[in-house]
């Protein structure tokens, strides 16, 4: 890349020169001042970065010229929960998965102190692709326990960069957590957005499976077989959820910096319920627009970015959908503010569809209207729980499983459930609204996202009878009026 860069440029040096001579006026002299060259760009003052833990960023450097710029990073080894229940002992940047944010301009030149806590005990070094030269500054970064070094670079080439550890086994090193962003803005900055955001996937490798209590050890042939027990946000289960949410205000664009520690993964990043305005590929220089899903490589980074149209919960997730549900990748951003029903109307019709033979009925207006459309029978409690079976077969099986027993840290059980049988209304309220934040259920806390349930009043009064009626639960009858009322009461 340097060498291809610095070739160019004397290709146009010289053939500029050429131009020059045999014809004045020559029409590529514009040419000439199009480029300052980075490492051209001289530094005057020096100042200590200000890094900043995930989710959150360092405020944008558009304001000030290129600096001598002071990193300092501490390697620390320690014990942090991976979901509840589980531990796992990373290896940090800074003490948190990623480690600090660095946020630097082409032109400024890096002073970058690396410490290792004396507690650790292991050598770490670091391998920044931000820089230009061996090992991405690896090759002089090896740092034994208690010690501190120091190394220079200057930032040439725009972008978001992961940097991370590279010292034997690198593929441990990463797996254990260490890794985080560094961006590299534009002499003129990025353009100005509302928020920023920073998260990080990354997978990791235990003994136990997903979910198995305790203090987990890595499983170095887990990792080799890419076998992932764990794929997740910033560091754990849950850093994006619950009190981790991020948020937004309706009418503000957001802009994530996401990167890919791997080690071994390739992320399908992509956020539910929006559509990327604009993503810098793989953390380049290049803007795609209009994106659904964009490919985050292990080892790389993009920047996305999306206008926040109407209120709501919009969820991060790796597209290859079974790490979201099942292994952890899952982030929640937080919209609010006022609706916006051109954009987004909500479900406003439902009626019936005859397939064969039939025309298709009109359309009812309003819940009221499809329960008169219906035949006015009222099911007793046995066909309530016939009709809520097949229900429950069709919405509910997936998350909670055949038997109700739900997934260990994922989804909670509706079998023998203390918190289902405790309170009715909170439990057709969840049906109908969705549920987000801690609960525990049978003394295990979940702390994750049930969207709300698009069926009928009538669906969900059958459903929870049937859940009530089975697995140990306590005979509770639930009624159409009772979902009703919970309706309006939201
Ligand atoms: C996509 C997965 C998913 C589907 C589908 C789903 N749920 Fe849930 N459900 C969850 C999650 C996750 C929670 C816990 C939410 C939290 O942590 O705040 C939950 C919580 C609940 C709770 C409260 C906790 C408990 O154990 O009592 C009830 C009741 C419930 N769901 C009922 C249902 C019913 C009935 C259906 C089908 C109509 C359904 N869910 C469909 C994921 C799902
Ligand atoms: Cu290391």
Not at 70 to 78: L, S
Not at 142 to 169: D, R
Not at 346 to 352: F, L, S, V, Y
Not at 422 to 447: C, F, Q
């Amino acid at each position: 890349m340097k060498i291809h860069h610095s070739f160019s440029l004397m290709f146009w040096r010289f053939f500029l020169f050429t131009c020059l001579i045999v014809v004045s006026g020559c029409e590529f002299r514009a040419e000439e001042k199009e480029t300052r060259p980075a490492e051209e760009i001289k530094v005057s003052q020096t100042m200590e970065a200000d890094l900043t833990l995930p989710p959150l960023v360092p405020k944008p450097t558009a304001e000030r010229a290129a600096k001598k710029l002071v990193v300092k990073m501490e390697v620390i080894e320690k014990e942090m929960e991976m979901t509840d229940g589980v531990s796992y002992v990373y290896w940090t940047f800074d003490g948190t998965v990623p480690g600090s944010f660095i946020r630097t301009k082409v032109g400024d030149e890096i002073e970058f102190h690396l410490r290792n806590h004396p507690d650790s005990k292991l050598p770490h070094n670091i391998d920044l692709h931000a820089v230009n030269g061996p090992g991405g500054g690896a090759e002089s970064s090896f740092v034994a326990p208690g010690h501190e070094v120091v190394f220079n670079f200057k930032v040439l080439n725009p972008g978001l960069y992961i940097y991370h550890c590279a010292t034997a086994p690198v593929g441990m090193h990463i797996a254990n957590g260490m890794y985080g962003l560094i961006l590299v803005e534009p002499e003129e900055g990025l353009p100005p957005v509302d928020r920023e955001y920073y998260v990080v996937q990354g997978d990791f490798y235990t003994a136990g499976d997903f979910g198995e209590p305790g203090l987990q050890q890595f499983d170095m042939k887990k990792a080799i077989e890419e076998d992932a027990d764990y794929v997740v946000f910033n560091g754990k289960v849950g850093a994006l959820t619950g009190e981790g949410k991020l948020h937004a205000e309706v009418g503000e664009t957001v802009r994530l910096y996401v990167g890919n520690g791997g080690p071994n993964l390739v992320s399908s990043f992509h956020v539910i319920g929006e559509i990327f305005d604009k993503v810098y590929m793989e953390g380049g220089s290049v803007i795609n627009e209009n994106v659904q899903t964009t490919l985050i490589p292990a080892g790389g980074a993009a920047i996305v970015e999306f206008k926040v149209e109407v209120p709501g919960e919009y969820i991060l997730v790796d597209h290859s959908i079974f790490r979201a549900f099942n292994k952890g990748a899952l982030g929640v951003l937080e919209a609010t503010g006022p609706e916006n029903e051109r954009i987004y109307s909500g479900k406003t019709q439902e009626g019936i569809y005859l397939p064969e033979g039939g025309e298709i009925q009109s359309m009812p207006i309003s819940e009221e209207e499809i329960a008169a459309s219906q035949p006015p029978e009222n099911l007793s409690k046995q066909e309530k729980i016939e009709m809520g079976k097949n229900v429950y077969g069709r919405t509910c099986v997936a998350c909670h499983q055949a038997a109700g027993q739900g997934i260990p840290n994922a989804f909670p059980p509706l079998a023998n459930a203390d918190y289902l049988n405790e309170d009715v209304d909170r439990a057709i309220d969840i049906v109908l609204h969705g549920k987000t934040g801690e609960i525990v259920v049978n003394g295990e806390t979940y702390n994750s996202v049930m969207t709300a349930q698009n069926i009928s009043d009538r669906e969900a009064a059958a459903v929870l009878t049937y859940i009530y009626n089975n697995w140990g639960n306590n005979g509770t009858e639930v009624t159409e009026e009772m979902v009703k009322a919970q309706r309006r009461s939201n």
